[in-house]
């Protein structure tokens, strides 16, 4: 069951990582790595202001909104449109009045678009949440493959036009409120005089202590692009952000589909069968988890010289190549975390063990790119990645018990993925061909083969015993 509600999701997600993916492609070709630092340096920090200034109103609306009657739901958004206007206005002014580029001469950001760019992605998550708790997951799916069409296409019409990467930054920025017509019929229902401070304190009072939480994943995120542009300038940045993203876009999108289709059902069972129901629920999940983690992230680590030389722009390919085995190790400890351990702290509704768990990689992130990026520069801020992710997903592991019971690990399912994916990494290393697009996709095609057949072979998930009973059963 998680597999067909994963392709179900995975339909709607598609298009937006698509564009995301092509959009690192295209950039990394037109722009200079110190532009792309810029750019990509500028759109990180903005997201990190979004997530701690406005993401605790989308929070409360997910929680309060379905309860309510209509009446009462036109209320909670009419107040939730005021608190975003609010915090947008001051958060324009109070950026637009501060000398943030003598504040802040070491980093290269576009310091002009900051606060439009946090207030945009608000009211565009804002948005698509309400289709989200309206269970309505075409419109959602298109306005976010809406949004990122536009953002791709604006943004290369502004950099023909001369416009930089303001210019790129400004197309983005019109692509997230554009995107947002389609929910126009919700919006207009908002009256200035049905807003109430109880509902805003209300709404603050829920979605405020997980504030804490987004301000240290910003940390682990940022950290190394803002230590990299510290220590080493704008060029590093660009080229870090370019292997970092692009790996990410790949496996995050693989893996959040996943996650989609798997935690309902997690919670489905636990609240239908309890602990036990919601055990063997979490033991298919891990075993679905880490069968498409682990050969991603070491088909990533072993074709890093093909997807740099396919995908990143020239000047970019030397560096991103060596630094995306180490992105690849610390996406996998990152989703083996997010996507099975921390589950225990959703299941029990423990936020502050989950917090600490956040809070203590966040240090290690931080003090781990000091220590590392003066010494090894660009290849510093990958270490400190996977330093950070490992810490977490060991806190995670560990508080994760006090919590809830989680079930024992399938160790036999865990040794075939390992002995499938160890078979794969020896085949596509004995590969070698002149061609970097030939060459990666003679090296994908067989690695998937090589390793699909083993867990066929050791009867993975019973895919064997299905495909039998499915095809053969006459």
């Known amino acids: ?81 005021c608190g975003w206007a609010c915090l947008a206005v001051f958060v324009c002014i109070a950026l637009w009045l501060l000398p943030l580029p003598e504040l802040f001469p070491g980093f290269a950001l576009v310091f002009s678009c900051l606060a439009l760019l946090a207030a945009s992605q608000g009211w565009f998550d804002l948005s698509i949440r309400l289709d989200n708790i309206a269970l309505n997951p075409l419109r959602y799916g298109i306005s976010s493959a809406v949004k990122s069409g536009l953002a791709l296409i604006g943004g290369v019409c502004a950099f023909y036009l001369g416009l930089g990467v303001e210019g790129i930054l400004i197309a983005l920025i019109l692509s997230l409120l554009l995107a947002t017509l389609f929910q126009w019929p919700l919006w207009g229902k908002v009256r200035l005089s049905l807003v109430r401070l109880s509902l805003l304190k209300q709404m603050f009072r829920y979605g405020a202590p997980l504030t804490l939480t987004f301000l240290m994943i910003f940390f682990i995120d940022v950290s190394g692009r803002l230590f990299l542009s510290h220590y080493t300038g704008a060029y590093s940045v660009g080229i870090f952000s370019a292997a970092y993203e692009f790996t990410q876009y790949v496996i995050g999108t693989l893996l959040i589909v996943v996650h989609l289709a798997a935690f309902p059902l997690v919670i489905a069972r636990y609240s239908a069968e309890g602990v036990t129901g919601a055990q063997a629920q979490l033991k298919s999940t891990f075993e679905l988890v880490i069968a498409l983690a682990l050969p991603v992230c070491v088909g990533f680590a072993l074709l890093a010289t093909d997807i740099s030389a396919v995908f990143l722009g020239e000047d970019y390919r030397e560096g991103a190549a060596a630094i995306i085995p180490f992105i690849s190790l610390a996406l996998l400890l990152s989703v083996v975390k997010s996507y099975y351990f921390d589950y225990a702290f959703q299941i ?54 006090k919590v809830f019971l989680m079930p024992k690990l399938p160790y036999k399912s865990l040794a075939q993925v390992l002995l499938a994916t160890a078979v794969m990494a020896v085949v596509v290393s004995f590969l070698s061909l002149d061609q970097p697009m030939a060459a990666l996709l003679v090296k994908a095609l067989a690695g998937s083969v090589v390793y699909g057949s083993a867990l066929l072979y050791f009867d993975f998930y019973q895919c064997r015993t299905q495909l039998k009973e499915r095809y053969f059963a006459r």
């Open 1 to 81: 069951m998680i597999a067909k509600h994963a392709l179900l999701y995975f339909a709607s997600k598609f298009v937006p990582a698509i564009s995301s993916m092509l959009a690192i492609v295209l950039y990394t070709r037109l722009l200079s790595p110190e532009d792309y630092g810029r750019y990509s340096l500028t759109i990180a920090v903005a997201m990190g202001m979004n997530a701690i200034l406005f993401q605790w109103l989308n929070l409360a609306l997910g929680r309060y909104i379905p309860e309510q009657k209509a009446e009462e739901q036109t209320r909670w958004l009419s107040s939730a449109v």
């Open 348 to 401: 029990a509704e423990s936020t502050l063990y989950q917090l600490v768990c956040v809070a203590v990689a966040a240090c290690c992130v931080v003090f781990s790119n000091m220590l590392f990026i003066p010494l090894y520069g660009l290849s510093g801020a990958a270490y400190a990645s996977c330093i950070g992710f490992a810490v977490a997903l060991l806190m995670s592991i560990i508080l994760g018990r």
